[in-house]
């Protein structure tokens, strides 16, 4: 077996070098990522780890060129056009990874860790031990309870929650079809494997989602990456939520000391500590940025509300998110106004109004521009 691990990252340089570490020290061959319009020291960090490891990594913007189509033939259509980034970088990987001699690949998030339940197996013993299928899904175990900032992502008692999704590691030789970032399919459809939730498993995915509530904060900033290079927040989490009633994973703590010595070592020889410093303050940094951009959009961008559930707020803040969300038609009224305020020569009342619009519909093309053009012309920072 020769396996291979994607990823794609953006501005997650504080996280990199435990996640890269963690996947070599279980089995996995060779690493690549992909950089998805970074701000922080992700590519310092990385020019440091490929010195010494088998990894590799290159700026993933080309990606979305609509004239780069070479690989889409192995892609669901529907994610393609949901993701075209990603989509196309797990294409082009599984691609290279079978002209390249891999044996499997696996797509990962740099928040998803692949977990040997006993903390010791290597990733090519648990797919021995399943009998090696063409496709193997390894269901999530999302982390709860992290307290600590910046906390190491195993403890001898992990707390988490299981949920129904999983992320699969697949066999190159297979006709495939990469169905979502959660899945995909050969299309023989022979030898799938899925551990089901709440199954005894021989290894998880472990998700941390949220780690410290800071963390939590400034990991909003990075926004839907279908929209790069634009600030926005990220609306696919559901609220910092709680350990209450969660599952816990005893991890033996011989293993994990020997895990956490190896993981200082490899800090140590790649002159790491530097980058990590860097990568760290650009996290709090950005968690204050979120914060500020929540106090400033609370009172009008209902989706606001959602994500910042669990997390303690300002009172000012939270009342905010105590009023009512505007209907679409209030925002068309308001979208309206504003461009005929611009007509009649009112940028700065065409700017106020505009930024409520842009609360709501920050993803929109027309408003984005138009939100754009008051902000140049009123002389204010960029959102």
Request: aromatic share 12%; proline share 2%; glycine share 6%.
């Amino acid at each position: 077996m020769k396996i291979k691990l994607v990823a794609i990252a953006k501005d997650e340089a504080a996280y990199l070098p435990e996640w890269i570490f963690h996947h070599l020290y279980f089995g996995f061959d060779e690493i690549e990522i992909y950089l998805n319009f970074i701000t922080d020291n992700s590519a310092e960090t990385l020019e440091k780890i490929t010195n010494t490891c088998p990894v590799k990594f290159k700026y993933g913007e080309y990606l979305i060129d609509p004239g780069y189509s070479d690989n889409d033939f192995i892609l669901d259509n529907g994610y393609l056009n949901a993701n075209t980034l990603q989509s196309r970088a797990y294409a082009e990987s599984f691609l290279n990874a079978k002209k390249n001699g891999f044996s499997h690949i696996m797509f990962l998030d740099i928040d998803e860790f692949w977990m040997p339940a006993c903390f010791s197996k290597n990733i090519k013993d648990v797919l021995i031990a399943l009998d090696d299928p063409c496709v193997t899904a390894f269901i999530w175990a999302n982390k709860v309870g992290e307290h600590e900032e910046f906390g190491r992502p195993f403890t001898k008692e992990t707390k988490c929650h299981f949920t129904k999704m999983q992320k699969s590691a697949v066999k190159t030789g297979d006709e495939i079809k990469i169905m979502t970032s959660h899945h995909s399919t050969c299309k023989q459809r022979h030898k799938h494997k899925l551990i089901k939730t709440g199954e005894i498993s021989d290894a998880y995915i472990l998700h941390r989602f949220q780690r410290s509530i800071i963390e939590y904060t400034s990991l909003l900033g990075r926004g839907d990456p279908r929209f790069a290079g634009k600030f926005s927040l990220k609306f696919t989490r559901r609220g910092y939520i709680s350990d209450e009633n969660a599952t816990v994973l005893t991890i033996d703590p011989e293993a994990l000391n020997k895990y956490d010595n190896g993981y200082k070592e490899f800090i140590a020889s790649n002159c790491l500590e530097e980058e990590l410093v860097k990568a760290k303050q650009f996290v709090l940094d950005r968690a204050a940025y979120v914060t500020e951009f929540i106090r400033d959009n609370a009172k009008t961008n209902k989706l606001i509300k959602k994500i910042v559930t669990g997390l303690k707020l300002d009172d000012d803040i939270a009342a905010d998110l105590g009023l009512r969300g505007l209907s679409m038609d209030e925002i068309e009224i308001l979208k309206h106004m504003a461009v005929e305020l611009e007509k009649e020569g009112d940028i700065e009342k065409a700017y106020q109004l505009m930024k409520i619009v842009f609360a709501f519909r920050s993803h929109g093309r027309f408003v984005g521009r138009k939100f754009e053009q008051y902000t140049k012309l009123t002389n204010r920072q960029p959102q």
